[in-house]
Nanobody, 112 residues
């Protein structure tokens, strides 16, 4: 059963914006810490942003001030608003749940 489904990725120019979504089908969403990760081929998956059930957020230094993580517990959806995108933000972005589930990822390409 697929529990996490990411969407919203695509091709964007440097300086542009994208909003990623992660639709969650598990009823424990509202009480779970949720995390966005990203991965570039040949590199380890890295944490981008994390949000607690109470919506307290933390960010990787590389995205602070540019990305915003949020959640809608009624819709069981996790978001990542990405502004001021840079070429180094190019990666596959994954959402991860507090109970250990991963989505299949959505690709973000930042290029002129």
């Amino acid at each position: 059963q697929v529990q996490l489904v990411e969407s919203g990725g695509g091709l964007v120019q440097p300086g542009g914006s994208l909003r990623l979504s992660c639709a969650v089908s598990n009823r424990y969403f509202a009480t779970s810490t949720m995390t966005w990760y990203r991965q570039v081929p040949g590199k380890q998956r890295e944490l981008v942003a994390q949000i607690s059930p109470e919506s307290s957020a933390m960010y990787a230094d590389s995205v602070k001030g540019r990305f915003t993580i949020s959640r809608d517990n009624t819709l069981r959806t996790l978001y990542l608003q990405m502004n001021g995108l840079k070429t180094e933000d190019t990666a596959v972005y994954y959402c991860h749940s507090g109970w250990g589930a991963w989505g299949h990822g959505t690709r973000v390409t930042v290029s002129s």
